[in-house]
């Protein structure tokens, strides 16, 4: 990979990720997952950017047959976590899955709740490689029969569907706009965040070897103001949901 470095969110931007976002019919989702594959037999899982645990920590207490690791680069957010006996946790850049690993260790279940918008680079086309690559990292580390599920936000364009992604990119990366940004109401501002449109996205999937198993979208979300819209080109937001997997099953 690249030897320029993922960008980092600072500790206040941090904290205001420390929270759980799987819930109510996104937790459904999981469940079905799991209980359809896994249902009474042993199962290991790696939660890519898992940060405090939570996410882990819940599937531990419902599935007693799981294993779970989690990798982060932000060591105040692992620090959060509790002690697990079936838990290991990895201070780590998603860059490294593979030199960690080395192919030795295969996971059934890859997860990245809302983690792939946040590896970002200093340039659009650097970014949008991290992505590509962190999902083949994650491909290789797939047992045969696994899959990979994808939390995502999804920002379509009202005529061109990539638009976006690239100004969103754009104004929350500059650090010369942090600022402004910031007070704009972007808590990833001088940072930057990296949303796909679910076109870009399955593109990304197709081209790192991977198929789409299952795609499942979510309630649209109806609080954008509308002069935001019209200056990002934004046209239907929401969370989407990819079940990924090395074949068709």
């Not at 500790?11 to 459904?28: C, I, P, S, T």
């Not at 299952?214 to 609080?223: A, G, L, V």
């Amino acid at each position: 990979m690249n030897n320029e470095e993922i960008r980092q969110l600072n500790n206040q931007q941090l904290q205001e990720f420390d929270r759980e976002y799987v819930g109510g019919l996104k937790w459904k989702t999981i469940q079905t997952l799991i209980e359809h594959n896994f249902n009474g037999q042993r199962f290991s899982f790696l939660d890519i950017g898992g940060g405090n645990g939570i996410f882990t920590d819940r599937i531990l207490q419902n599935y007693t047959e799981s294993v779970g690791t989690i990798i982060d680069n932000a060591n105040v957010l692992l620090k959060l976590n509790k002690p697990h006996i079936r838990k290991t946790l990895l201070l780590a850049s998603v860059e490294e899955l593979n030199n960690i690993f080395q192919g030795q260790t295969k996971f059934d279940l890859i997860f990245f709740n809302w983690s792939l918008h946040h590896f970002v680079k200093n340039s659009y086309s650097e970014t949008r490689r991290i992505q590509y690559e962190a999902l083949i990292s994650a491909r290789n580390l797939l047992s045969e029969n696994g899959y990979i599920s994808i939390f995502e936000n999804i920002y379509d364009g009202i005529v061109f569907t990539k638009l976006p992604s690239y100004l969103v990119f754009y104004l929350t990366s500059s650090k010369i706009l942090a600022s402004t940004m910031k007070k704009m109401g972007a808590n990833t501002a001088g940072c930057g965040v990296c949303f796909l449109s679910k076109a870009q996205w399955e593109d990304t999937i197709t081209n790192a070897g991977l198929i789409v198993s299952q795609y499942t979208d979510y309630e649209k979300w109806k609080d954008i103001n509308i002069m935001r819209r019209i200056f990002l080109h934004i046209g239907p937001v929401r969370h989407g949901h990819f079940l990924l997997s090395k074949k068709q099953k």
